[in-house]
């Protein structure tokens, strides 16, 4: 079993940065590609960044050039670095991981808010 915790949301004003952070616990577990997802209130869930063990990232295009997604395996740790935030970007941050080697399992954050203001 994978614990993943989010942390680092919070309240911003437009233009301004934060960074979240996902921290996985357990034991016995080889994390493999791992994402970012948002949902905002009457929306679909929706990917925002994900980067694979040796670091191929892929960014949703609402993001690129604003966000990036890093990770450290020796801490079973990713991240997510926010530039530039807009409004547009408020909603529930959600951390997902693929955890296995053959067998793969698919784990999810409780979620962190984040909130952009005009």
């Known amino acids: 079993q994978v614990q993943l915790v989010e942390s680092g949301g919070g309240l911003v004003q437009a233009g301004g940065s934060l960074r979240l952070s996902c921290a996985a616990s357990?034991?016995?577990?080889?994390?493999?590609?791992m994402g970012w997802y948002r949902q905002a209130p009457g929306k679909q869930r929706e990917l925002v960044a994900r980067?694979?063990?040796?670091?191929?990232?892929t960014y949703a295009d609402s993001v690129k050039g604003r966000f990036t997604i890093s990770r450290d395996n020796a801490k079973n740790t990713v991240y997510l670095q926010m530039n530039a935030l807009k409004p547009e970007d408020t909603a529930v941050y959600y951390c997902?991981?693929?955890?296995?080697?053959?067998?793969?399992?698919?784990?999810w954050g409780q979620g962190t808010q984040v909130t952009v203001s005009s």
């Open positions: 997902n991981a693929l955890v296995g080697i053959g067998i793969l399992a698919e784990y």
């Open positions: 357990g034991s016995d577990f080889r994390l493999n590609t």
């Open positions: 980067i694979t063990r040796s670091s191929f990232t």
